[in-house]
Nanobody, 123 residues
Framework: QVQLVESGGGLVQAGGSLRLSCAASGFTFSRLAMGWFRQAPGKEREFVST???????YYADFVKGRFTISRDNAKNMVYLQMNSLKPEDTAVYYC?????????????????WGQGTQVTVSS
């Protein structure tokens, strides 16, 4: 069955960095778009970044220049490198898989989700 397992979250001071990883299994990873979303307490889940099967990337405005999404199709992995973290980046971060190649920021178009990993940025 399809599984997405995130890791790499934790507590970091403002200005610090974290690298999230998502291990995917149960589907043809190399041909699908992958995304990262986040959800802070009391807020809607929001788009962070997405990457096409060929490596085209897209970002939410609030992470441009700070976060970098990447993928390793040979390892069925997608990553989110987060630099210059801010307290407002505190949230549960989710990896998502879309069963078609084209990336999108729309969460409802993603078919599978991981369990999430907590990122906490202290001021």
């Amino acid at each position: 069955q399809v599984q997405l397992v995130e890791s790499g979250g934790g507590l970091v001071q403002a200005g610090g960095s974290l690298r999230l990883s998502c291990a995917a299994s149960g589907f043809t990873f190399s041909r699908l778009a992958m995304g990262w979303f986040r959800q802070a307490p009391g807020k809607e889940r929001e788009f962070v970044s997405t990457i096409s099967w060929s490596g085209n990337t897209y970002y939410a405005d609030f992470v441009k220049g700070r976060f970098t999404i990447s993928r390793d199709n040979a390892k069925n992995m997608v990553y989110l490198q987060m630099n210059s973290l801010k307290p407002e980046d505190t949230a549960v971060y989710y990896c998502a898989a879309k069963m078609t190649p084209s990336p999108t920021p729309t969460r409802y178009e993603y078919d599978y989700w991981g369990q999430g990993t907590q990122v906490t940025v202290s001021s």
